[in-house]
């Protein structure tokens, strides 16, 4: 069936440096993306989410990315810490009360 | 204050018991979730309540019994569990539909189930 996927599964960075990880959705009906951060032992936490009508969204030192014509979804996060280290996941949705579907993870480490 | 709980944390357990995991969220949503993430950390949906009824029932063995006896309550029972039933179990809820457009699904701190 059609999931999201991520491209690849490690990203190392350096503190300091910007830290951008991607995600390929297939479906075209999703309407909504939400990136989660989960940390080692702790369940998926929200970071950020996105609109279907919407090109970009910035937060606090995180900003995602859409590209609906080539089905791709971005997190970009500023500065990059070290408290940053986590497993990043995008999910996808196609409407309220239905399930998210997730892609396979993106593991960042951050070096001092 | 947790928004959203489930116990136990950990649950390790023979082949063959019955076992189930409890999940409680205090947000005041009304749908909640069952995942299951393996041992690859990919995230799978079980099932998911909306006020108390089943709307989601993904490819799951029948062992696997979701109970909601309220809609801030969503319990998972397993019965005649196996080897493979080995996984992090992730309950989570999202507002009603009025409130919210977004689907934003706030997630448990997982149950962490060793079938031995």
């Known amino acids: 069936g059609e999931s999201v996927g991520l491209h690849l599964p490690t990203l190392s960075v350096q503190e300091g440096d910007n830290s951008i990880i991607n995600c390929a959705y297939s479906?075209?009906?999703?309407?909504?993306f939400i990136w989660y951060k989960q940390e080692s032992g702790k369940g998926p936490q929200f970071i950020i989410d996105?609109?279907?009508?919407?090109d970009k969204r910035q937060g606090q030192r995180v900003t995602v990315l859409l590209n609906k014509t080539v089905k791709h979804l971005s997190l970009q996060i500023a500065a990059t810490q070290p408290g940053d280290s986590a497993v990043y996941f995008c999910a996808e949705n196609i409407g309220a009360g239905t399930a998210l579907i997730f892609g396979k993870g993106t593991t960042l480490s951050v070096s001092s | 204050d947790t928004a959203v709980s489930q116990t136990p944390k950990y649950l390790v357990t023979q082949m063959g018991n019955d076992k189930s995991i409890k999940c409680e969220q205090n947000?005041?949503?009304?749908?909640m979730y069952w995942y299951k993430q393996d041992s690859k950390k990919f995230l799978k949906i079980m099932f998911s309540y909306n006020n108390k009824e089943l709307i989601i029932n993904e490819t799951v063995p029948n062992r696997f019994s979701p109970k909601s006896p309220d809609k801030a309550h969503l319990n998972l029972h397993i019965n005649s569990l196996e080897l493979g039933d080995s996984a992090v179990y992730f309950c989570?809820?999202?507002?009603?539909?009025?409130?919210?457009?977004?689907?934003?699904?706030?997630f448990g701190p997982g149950t962490r189930l060793t079938v031995l």
């Open positions: 989570a809820s999202s507002p009603p539909v009025t409130v919210s457009f977004r689907n934003t699904q706030y």
């Open positions: 479906n075209s009906a999703s309407d909504y």
């Open positions: 996105i609109r279907s009508n919407m």
């Open positions: 947000l005041g949503h009304d749908t």
